[in-house]
């Protein structure tokens, strides 16, 4: 079935680095990549959503010159956390589809493993 | 806007207990309901999902019924292993320009011990 290779699974950073998460899709082609980040104890929340070869759009109140997305290729899209701050310190995952496959009523999403991320 | 309200957990139980996680949710639209795992160290997995009103979602011996009257997709197993040890998360789609965002619950903390 389908996977996403999601890199690195954690990651501890000094404040004020950049990071950058990687997610791959391994055997399908991810038209489309959104972005979650989760707190302790808190929903998933979608950061933003990107569609191969455009720039991604993201949602209300998420910086987006501080979380940059890049989705060149129809297999990778990767999250730079820049200026990294110990308040970005959370668990980020990364959910792809093939926009072009229709009439799956789950919507075809596939979440990579996510990443932990700690600024110290 | 959409949300969707879980049971706080962790939930523990001991092996072949009745298992209920709770789920609610508010949205504008019509929205289809979703169920997903993780378990430790993977990514998000359907568990199972239903698309409309009164339809149940069915898949390694969970249920959830899609209650529109009650805005509510309570997760149940009859018989819980220990293998069913995870997160939950209860989520939601809207079609329409929202087509393809999911909203998820926080998710819930399952522990079952032998």
């Known amino acids: 079935g389908a996977v996403v290779s999601q890199h690195p699974s954690r990651v501890i950073c000094k404040s004020g680095t950049s990071v950058k998460i990687e997610c791959r899709s391994l055997?399908?082609?991810?038209?489309?990549m959104f972005w979650y980040r989760q707190f302790p104890k808190k929903s998933l929340m979608l950061m933003a959503t990107?569609?191969?070869?455009?720039?991604?759009?993201?949602e209300q109140g998420v910086e987006k010159d501080k979380f940059l997305i890049n989705h060149a290729s129809l297999t990778l899209s990767t999250l730079t956390v820049t200026s990294a701050h110990p308040e970005d310190s959370s668990f980020y995952i990364c959910?792809?589809?093939?926009?072009?496959?229709?009439?799956?009523?789950?919507?075809?999403?596939?979440f990579g493993s996510g990443t932990r991320l700690t600024v110290v | 806007g959409n949300s969707v309200t879980q049971m706080e957990g962790p939930v523990t139980l001991s092996e072949e207990a009745f298992l209920t996680i709770n789920c609610t949710y508010t949205?504008?639209?019509?929205?289809?309901l979703f169920w997903y795992v993780q378990y430790p160290g993977e990514g998000l997995q359907l568990l199972l999902k239903?698309?409309?009103?009164?339809d149940k979602g069915s898949n390694k011996g969970f249920e959830a019924t899609y209650r529109k009257e009650t805005t509510s997709f309570h997760l149940e197993k009859g018989s819980v292993q220990v293998s069913d040890s995870a997160v939950y998360f209860c989520?939601?789609?809207?079609?329409?320009?929202?087509?393809?965002?999911?909203?998820f619950g926080q998710g819930t903390i399952l522990t079952v011990h032998p």
């Open positions: 959910s792809a589809r093939d926009n072009r496959i229709r009439g799956r009523a789950d919507y075809g999403y596939t």
């Open positions: 055997d399908f082609q991810a038209t489309t």
């Open positions: 990107s569609n191969e070869g455009s720039k991604a759009t993201y």
């Open positions: 949205a504008t639209g019509y929205p289809s």
């Open positions: 239903a698309t409309k009103a009164d």
């Open positions: 989520a939601l789609s809207e079609g329409g320009t929202s087509y393809g965002k999911l909203t």
